[in-house]
C-alpha cells in the first residue's frame, strides 16, 4: 500500500472513468480505473490533470474518496468560477480519461488498526477523505470510537448522507453528528449552527481521552475548529487539518 508520496518520484497515469455517482446537485463522484494505480491510504489525495485539444493543460487536487483496497474514487464539488470542476461535475462520462499522480500526502491520513478515539470535524466537501478513513474503519472491522461532527449549509448538500446514516445506524462505535448553518428541514433533530467551542464541547471527548482529530474545510473553517478544540485543552500536535480554498476548483 502506497505510503506518503514524493512528487518529484510520482509519474503520471492514464485514468479512465468506470463509473459516476451524484452525490448532491453541486457535488458528484468518480469511480476511477487507473493502470498502475499503487493504492493509497486514507486522508490521501491526488492530483488530476485535463489537456485541451490545443495543448492546454489545468491542474487540481482532490481528496480520495474510496477506503484502501477499493479502487480510486474522487468526489468533486462544481465551483461555478472553476476551471476544472465544473467540466468533472457537468460533463465527464463512462468511458472519459485524463491523467492522475498519487496519492499523495503522509500527514493528514489515518490507518485502521490505530485504536484510539477517532475525531473528524468536516465542512462541505471537506467530508470527503474523512469518508475515506470512515470507510476504512468499516472495511477493516475497527472499533475505534469514532465520531463526525459534520457542517453543511443544507439537508440536501449533505455528501454521502444516506451512506454515513447507514454506518451510524449500526451502532458499531461509529457516531454522526450534523449541523446545519443555512436551512433546516421540518422537524430536524441535529444542530443549527455554526460549530463553535460549545458545539465541539458538546461533541467531542474530553481531551484528557487523547483522540486523534482530523479537521478538513474552507480556510475559515479549519481555523474555527481547531481554534475551539485547542481552547478545550486539545493539544495542537494531535490535531490534524486540511485546508482546501479556491485553488482546488
Same mark, same amino acid.
Given at each position: 500500500?502506497? #505510503?506518503? &508520496? %514524493?512528487?518529484?518520484?510520482?509519474?503520471?497515469?492514464?485514468?479512465?472513468?468506470?463509473?459516476?455517482?451524484?452525490?448532491?446537485?453541486?457535488?458528484?463522484?468518480?469511480?476511477?480505473?487507473?493502470? #498502475?494505480?499503487?493504492?493509497?491510504?486514507?486522508?490521501?489525495?491526488?492530483? %488530476?490533470?485535463?489537456? &485541451?485539444?490545443?495543448?492546454?493543460?489545468?491542474?487540481?487536487?482532490?481528496?480520495?474518496?474510496?477506503?484502501? #483496497?477499493?479502487?480510486?474514487?474522487?468526489?468533486?464539488?462544481?465551483?461555478?468560477?472553476?476551471?476544472?470542476?465544473?467540466?468533472?461535475?457537468?460533463? %465527464?462520462?463512462?468511458?472519459?480519461? +485524463?491523467?492522475?499522480?498519487?496519492?499523495?500526502?503522509?500527514? +493528514? %491520513?489515518?490507518?485502521?488498526?490505530?485504536? !484510539?478515539?477517532?475525531?473528524?470535524?468536516?465542512?462541505?466537501?471537506?467530508?470527503?477523505?474523512?469518508?475515506?478513513?470512515?470507510?476504512?474503519?468499516? &472495511?477493516?472491522?475497527?472499533? !475505534?470510537?469514532?465520531?463526525?461532527?459534520?457542517?453543511?449549509?443544507?439537508?440536501?448538500?449533505?455528501?454521502?448522507?444516506?451512506?454515513?446514516?447507514?454506518?451510524?445506524?449500526?451502532?458499531?462505535? +461509529?457516531?454522526?453528528?450534523?449541523?446545519?448553518?443555512?436551512?433546516?428541514?421540518?422537524?430536524?433533530?441535529?444542530?443549527?449552527?455554526?460549530?463553535?467551542?460549545?458545539?465541539?464541547?458538546?461533541?467531542?471527548?474530553?481531551? &484528557?481521552?487523547?483522540?486523534?482529530? +482530523?479537521?478538513?474545510?474552507?480556510?475559515?473553517?479549519?481555523?474555527?475548529? !481547531?481554534?475551539?478544540?485547542?481552547?478545550?485543552?486539545?493539544?495542537?500536535?494531535?490535531?490534524?487539518?486540511?485546508?482546501?480554498?479556491?485553488?482546488?476548483?
Amino acid at each position: 500500500m502506497a #505510503g506518503a &508520496a %514524493v512528487l518529484g518520484r510520482l509519474t503520471w497515469l492514464a485514468a479512465e472513468v468506470i463509473g459516476t455517482i451524484a452525490e448532491t446537485p453541486r457535488v458528484r463522484t468518480l469511480r476511477l480505473g487507473a493502470d #498502475g494505480w499503487a493504492g493509497h491510504r486514507a486522508g490521501q489525495h491526488v492530483d %488530476v490533470r485535463l489537456t &485541451a485539444e490545443d495543448g492546454y493543460q489545468a491542474q487540481r487536487s482532490y481528496s480520495i474518496a474510496s477506503a484502501p #483496497g477499493d479502487g480510486l474514487e474522487i468526489t468533486v464539488e462544481r465551483l461555478e468560477d472553476g476551471e476544472v470542476s465544473p467540466y468533472l461535475v457537468d460533463e %465527464v462520462r463512462e468511458g472519459d480519461r +485524463f491523467e492522475v499522480r498519487g496519492p499523495i500526502g503522509g500527514y +493528514f %491520513v489515518w490507518d485502521g488498526s490505530d485504536p !484510539a478515539p477517532l475525531l473528524l470535524v468536516g465542512g462541505g466537501s471537506g467530508v470527503v477523505p474523512l469518508a475515506a478513513m470512515i470507510r476504512h474503519r468499516a &472495511a477493516a472491522g475497527s472499533d !475505534a470510537p469514532t465520531r463526525l461532527l459534520y457542517s453543511s449549509r443544507t439537508l440536501d448538500e449533505v455528501v454521502y448522507r444516506v451512506e454515513l446514516d447507514e454506518l451510524a445506524d449500526r451502532a458499531d462505535g +461509529f457516531e454522526l453528528f450534523v449541523t446545519l448553518t443555512r436551512s433546516q428541514p421540518e422537524g430536524w433533530a441535529g444542530y443549527a449552527r455554526r460549530i463553535d467551542a460549545e458545539l465541539l464541547e458538546e461533541v467531542a471527548w474530553p481531551a &484528557a481521552e487523547a483522540p486523534q482529530v +482530523f479537521v478538513c474545510g474552507s480556510t475559515r473553517f479549519v481555523d474555527a475548529a !481547531a481554534d475551539g478544540l485547542v481552547a478545550l485543552g486539545y493539544e495542537p500536535q494531535r490535531i490534524k487539518t486540511e485546508r482546501f480554498g479556491a485553488t482546488g476548483s
